[in-house]
């Protein structure tokens, strides 16, 4: 297993388009995120998953903002009619939650997305 | 609400030196985690170093060490024998024991002049 892999790396899409990222995370993790970064800025939750189960959902993700994890593997994160502010890296990171221990993330090297 | 400040946007220091990135958080939660992340130019973000709040015994990695003031809320990350390929942004992030995401920082850009 060589950690998380996101694709694509980049995006250029014009406003209106819809796009879609997929992320395969660490395959013993049993946790997956999505977060997004724009310029200058740390990470910012928007969901996440365990197993194929979505449990969460931030007020960042707009229903224009999909996310999927339909076998409990990898996920797709898809943003529909893109608008210049949905500009920004997606992160995907992994984790084991093991009785109850934080162990961190491993992270993705991110999709950036660029709305023209 | 919890949060994670970062009060130094920027810094730089001279190789071989030792720096220190300040990082405090707001939390009623008693049982939590403490990470440093590191993030260089064009690449991904990792793991530096963890502390979980319920040891008192300061989190080491070879170069890298914090100090944990649990009373102060206080969490620094230093960084000894600076070099070249520590340049890079560096978040602070914490996660509430009970809670299921890390919230991040907003970060220190920091620059290790040769």
């Known amino acids: 297993d060589t950690g998380v892999s996101q694709d694509p790396r980049h995006k250029i899409t014009k406003r209106g388009q819809n796009v879609t990222f997929r992320c395969d995370p660490i395959?013993?993790?049993?946790?997956l995120y999505w977060y997004r970064q724009t310029l200058g800025q740390g990470p910012e939750f928007l969901t996440y998953f365990q197993n194929e189960a979505q449990l969460e959902k931030s007020r960042l993700l707009s229903d224009r903002f999909s996310a999927e994890r339909p076998k409990g593997s990898f996920s797709t994160l898809e943003i529909q009619r893109t608008e210049q502010g949905d500009s920004a890296m997606y992160l995907c990171?992994?984790?084991?939650?093991?009785?109850?221990?934080?162990?961190?993330?491993?992270f993705g090297s991110g999709t950036r997305l660029t709305v023209v | 609400a919890q949060t994670v400040t970062q009060s130094q946007p920027e810094m730089s220091v001279q190789e071989a030196e030792t720096v220190t990135l300040s990082c405090t958080y707001d939390?009623?939660?008693?049982?939590?985690?403490l990470f440093w992340y590191k993030q260089p130019p064009s690449r991904q973000m990792i793991l530096v170093i963890r502390q979980e709040a319920y040891k008192q015994q300061n989190a080491t990695e070879n170069r890298f060490s914090v100090n944990f003031q649990k009373a102060a809320k206080s969490f620094s990350l230093k960084i000894s024998d600076s070099q070249l390929g520590d340049t890079a942004m560096y978040f602070c992030?914490?996660?509430?024991?009970?809670?299921?995401?890390?919230?991040f920082g907003k970060g220190t850009r920091l620059h290790i002049l040769p």
């Open positions: 395959s013993e993790h049993n946790r």
């Open positions: 992030a914490f996660i509430p024991q009970r809670d299921d995401k890390i919230i």
């Open positions: 939390t009623s939660e008693n049982n939590y985690y």
């Open positions: 990171a992994s984790s084991l939650l093991d009785r109850g221990l934080h162990y961190g993330y491993t």
